[in-house]
C-alpha cells in the first residue's frame, strides 16, 4: 500500500470496515500514475465502470424512496443531476480526494488532483472498492448522507419544468440563439466551493445565479433570467 498524508487522511473519511488497501490503491490510481509507475498492475478505469453503474442504483432507489410524489420525469432529471461530473467532484472534495489521487508528475503539475472529470472518475472507483470488499449496505451508508446533504438544493434547482428549457424556448421564440451560460466568479475552499454564473442572450447578460456546482448555478442564473425578462407566469 502506497502511504500519502493525503491516504492517511482519507482513510478516516471511509467506512471503517473498508480495510482492503490493495482496492484503495487501485481506485486511486489515474492512468498517468500507471504510464510514469510500471511496477503498478492497472488504473482504476475498471473500477469507474463498475462505480457508475453502483451510484446510478443507488441515487435511483434513494429518489424513489424519498419522492413518492414525483414522477419519472422528475426522478429522472434529478438523478441525472446527482451523478454528473460536476456533483460527483463536489462529493470528491468533501473526503478530501484530491489529495490521495496516485497521478502522474505532468497530471499533478498541470492541476489534475483538481480536475472535475478526475475527481468525479476517481469517486466512482473509489465506490466500486467500498463494494467489493464489503458490501451493498456499506455502501449506502456512505453515499447516502450526501444525498440528504443536497435535499434541500435539489427541491429548489429541479422543479418539475426545467427553468433552462423555458428560457431557451424564449429565447428562440425571439429569434435568438440558445442562451449561453458563462462562469464569473468562484470562491471558497475547494470542498466547498461557490460558482456565479451569469445567463447571456444574443452577447446581452441578463441575469446571473449562484450554486454550489456550475449547474446548479446555470439553473439560479435562468431563473432569474426569467424573473427579470417577465415571463415567469407564462
Known sequence: MIESAGINALRRKLPQNFKDDFLL?????????????????EDNER????????????????LYQNFPEKREGFLTKVRAALVHTYQLSAFAR????GPALLVGKGEDSA?????????????EALIAAIYLDTNMDTV?????????????????????EDVKSRLQ???????????????????????????QVVAVINEREIA?????????????AASNSIKKLGFEHL
Open 47 to 62: 473500477l469507474e465502470f463498475l462505480g457508475d453503474s453502483i451510484l446510478n442504483f443507488i441515487v435511483a432507489e434513494w
Open 208 to 220: 446571473s445565479g449562484l450554486g454550489k456546482t456550475k449547474q446548479q448555478a446555470e439553473k439560479d
Open 140 to 160: 449506502k451508508n456512505f453515499i447516502i448522507p450526501f444525498l440528504e446533504d443536497e435535499s434541500e438544493e435539489i427541491l429548489k434547482s429541479h422543479g418539475e
Open 169 to 195: 424556448e424564449w429565447a428562440q421564440a425571439q429569434g435568438y440563439p440558445s442562451p449561453n451560460y458563462v462562469v464569473v466568479n468562484e470562491s471558497g475552499p475547494d470542498h466547498a466551493k461557490t460558482f
Open 94 to 97: 468533501k473526503i478530501g480526494l
Open 111 to 123: 492541476g489534475g488532483r483538481e480536475r472535475d472529470a478526475i475527481l468525479c472518475d476517481t469517486f
Open 25 to 41: 490503491t487501485r481506485a486511486l490510481t489515474h492512468r498517468s500514475y500507471l504510464n510514469e509507475n510500471k511496477h503498478v498492475l
